[in-house]
């Protein structure tokens, strides 16, 4: 089991950043690739950005590519996602979630387990 929390969402006018922080426990050994998601009422869940366990291979969604930078510390067992030029669009739940190693999976199937969420609103 994984247990993933995420924190660092709030409300932000356009053009700003956040980021956004997942803290993992339980079996943080296994070598999971960490991926965000993020989720806007009445959508589907969508695919945000992806990390392996080693860092060395990352994956965005078209909509953030370029905007949006993902990276982990595994000392401190923590994925984080840096969102800049943040978008009325960019409005959703962002999920963190704990894949299989060593993948860049953008599917949700791709993913075992999930946080709760955390909102993230761009408004003026």
């Known amino acids: 089991q994984v247990q993933l929390v995420e924190s660092g969402g709030g409300s932000v006018q356009p053009g700003g950043s956040l980021r956004l922080s997942c803290a993992t426990s339980?079996?943080?050994?296994?070598?999971?690739?960490l991926g965000w998601f993020r989720q806007a009422p009445g959508k589907e869940r969508e695919f945000v950005a992806v990390?392996?366990?080693?860092?060395?291979?990352?994956d965005y969604g078209d909509s953030v590519k370029g905007r949006f930078t993902i990276s982990r510390d595994n000392d401190k067992n923590t994925v984080y996602l840096q969102m800049n030029s943040l978008k009325p669009e960019d409005t959703a739940v962002y999920y963190c979630?704990?894949?299989?190693?060593?993948?860049?999976?953008?599917?949700?199937?791709?993913?075992?387990?999930w946080g709760q969420g955390t909102q993230v609103t761009v408004s003026s």
């Open positions: 990390i392996t366990w080693s860092g060395a291979r990352t």
């Open positions: 979630a704990a894949g299989s190693p060593d993948t860049l999976g953008s599917l949700v199937s791709d993913y075992a387990y």
């Open positions: 339980g079996r943080t050994f296994a070598p999971y690739s």
